[in-house]
């Protein structure tokens, strides 16, 4: 049984223009996408300037994608992460946070997501401050449906390393200080994991006391090393039986949007087909179905150059010419090929420390 699937939009780098994430909305609402979280790293007014309000201008736009998604079948979400909180949590943090809830309720948001990813954590009863906060920010919304990514929201070590050490039980502390209702993300035993089996989800879900909501980290592609490939495969490494452990399943998309449609779409197959799955069949009918019958053939042939090679390995002769034949081809994933070949959607560690 394939649990709730959605959209986390929570890549760093460069974003996605709402003509994109509308196109992105058409293609995958009809095939069982069911929501969609608005959470870029790049977007300063959710991250590290949340205290400020959007422009009007910025509030439309929000407000007339949601009705969007709502008119494709889809709820509207968006990402806050209370930079600072951690530290502290004051009376002008609470009115700065009830006042940002008080815009994003008149924008019109469906879900609400709380964020606590990319900040230091090695605090003392951070999981009662974290759901201290929450509670200040879930009371204060008009949203029907509300998640939280914990500071650690894998097992990766990784995290550790970067945010300083976690607390001991603190994924166990924070499930047992929510509310029941409030659904906890998780990227799996590493930050983009390779596989998750349903023997991990189950003892992810005994230790926060209900079934995780999957952050799905493919087909994302940011960060220096991962931005030199274009992530196009279907996905592989998720098993149906893992649906029944979840309480949702969002993906991570790739920078680039109409590609990042391709692996998509293989995603409610995985659930549909179980164990008649097939990875290599079900990118053909994705690729054939988002790009057409010659670009998709491209896409096929290309595929161990686009995805494993890496940009910074080919050669200025070998990258002219696939620009040639992609630029031939009048698409917008086509498009994006020649985009990513010159360079144009290249992360920066400094993008990492700053978005």
């Given amino acids: 049984m394939a649990p709730p699937l959605g959209i986390i939009e929570g890549y760093f780098g460069r974003r996605w223009s709402w003509a994109d994430r509308a196109a992105v909305v058409r293609i995958l609402a009809p095939a069982g996408y069911s929501f969609f979280h608005y959470a870029p790293k790049g977007e300063e007014k959710l991250r590290r300037k949340w205290r400020e309000p959007f422009s009007d201008a910025d509030a439309r736009q ?8 709502r008119s494709s079948g889809m709820r509207f979400g968006v990402g806050l992460t209370p930079f600072g909180c951690n530290a ?12 940002k809830l008080a815009q994003l309720d008149d924008i019109g948001i469906d879900d609400l997501a709380l964020l ?10 951070l999981a ?14 008009g949203a029907s449906a509300r998640f939280l990514c914990p500071s650690y929201y894998s097992d990766d070590p990784v995290l550790d390393r970067v945010f300083g050490a976690r607390p001991p039980r603190y994924l166990e502390d924070l499930g047992s200080a929510l509310d029941p209702s409030v659904a906890v993300y998780w990227t799996g035993e590493e930050v983009c994991a390779r596989a998750i089996s349903p023997g991990h989800l189950g003892d992810v879900a005994e230790r926060l006391g209900r079934r995780p909501a999957l952050w799905d980290n493919w087909p994302v592609n940011d960060g220096p090393r991962m931005s030199q490939h ?20 969002a993906i991570n998309p790739a920078s680039q949007p109409q590609l990042s449609c391709i692996p998509a779409l293989t995603l409610p197959r995985v659930y549909a087909e179980g164990d008649g799955y097939r990875y290599g069949a079900a990118f053909r009918e994705a690729a054939l179905s988002v790009c057409g019958e010659e670009l998709a053939a491209m896409l096929e042939a290309d595929l161990l150059t686009l995805q494993d090679s890496g940009l910074d390995r080919f050669a200025e002769e070998r990258k002219a010419k696939l620009i040639e034949r992609y630029a031939a081809v009048d698409h917008p994933a086509a498009r994006e090929v020649v985009e990513w070949l010159k360079g144009g959607y290249a992360i920066t560690g400094e993008e990492l420390q700053t978005q």
């Fill in 62 to 69: 929000l407000s007339d994608f949601a009705e969007l998604c």
């Fill in 88 to 99: 502290g949590f004051d009376a002008e943090d609470r009115a700065a946070l009830k006042t």
């Fill in 116 to 125: 606590f990813d990319d900040m230091e954590g090695s605090f003392d009863a």
């Fill in 128 to 141: 009662e401050r974290q759901a201290a906060i929450a509670d200040v920010a879930f009371g204060s919304s």
């Fill in 230 to 249: 274009l992530h196009l495969r279907a996905f592989t490494g998720r098993s149906s039986a893992g649906g029944e452990l979840l309480s949702h399943h």
